[in-house]
């Protein structure tokens, strides 16, 4: 089993950034895969993120690219999303999710375990 707490969403008006932590718990949680999701008020969840087990590669949404940096902590346990130059269409619940080692993935049904989201709105 592994636990997954979020934390770092907040109010931010558009242009400014955040930080969004993820935090894992349990005897394994340093060797899964770890993603980032968002979902908007009626829309379907959608991938913005992952990180590999080991912090060696990683994957981003084409909304994410340039703007977005997935992070691994040294411990293997805690994940970070910085994102930078947010706009107002970034506003969503995001999820940190875990998800088996191997190859990256981005749709939501391959990974295992899921936090409880944390609220990230940009003001225009």
């Known amino acids: 089993q592994v636990q997954l707490v979020e934390s770092g969403g907040g109010l931010v008006q558009a242009g400014g950034s955040l930080r969004l932590s993820c935090a894992a718990s349990g005897r394994t949680s340093r060797l899964y895969n770890m993603g980032w999701f968002r979902q908007a008020p009626g829309k379907a969840r959608e991938f913005v993120s992952a990180?590999?087990?080991?912090?060696?590669?990683?994957s981003y949404a084409d909304s994410a690219k340039g703007r977005f940096t997935i992070s691994r902590g040294v411990a293997g346990n805690t994940v970070t999303l910085q994102m930078n130059s947010l706009k107002p269409e970034d506003t969503a619940v995001y999820y940190c999710?875990?998800?088996?080692?191997?190859?990256?993935?981005?749709?939501?049904?391959?990974?295992?375990?899921w936090g409880q989201g944390t609220q990230v709105t940009v003001s225009s």
């Open positions: 999710a875990a998800d088996r080692p191997g190859a990256l993935h981005v749709d939501s049904g391959s990974y295992d375990y």
């Open positions: 990180i590999t087990w080991s912090g060696s590669s990683t």
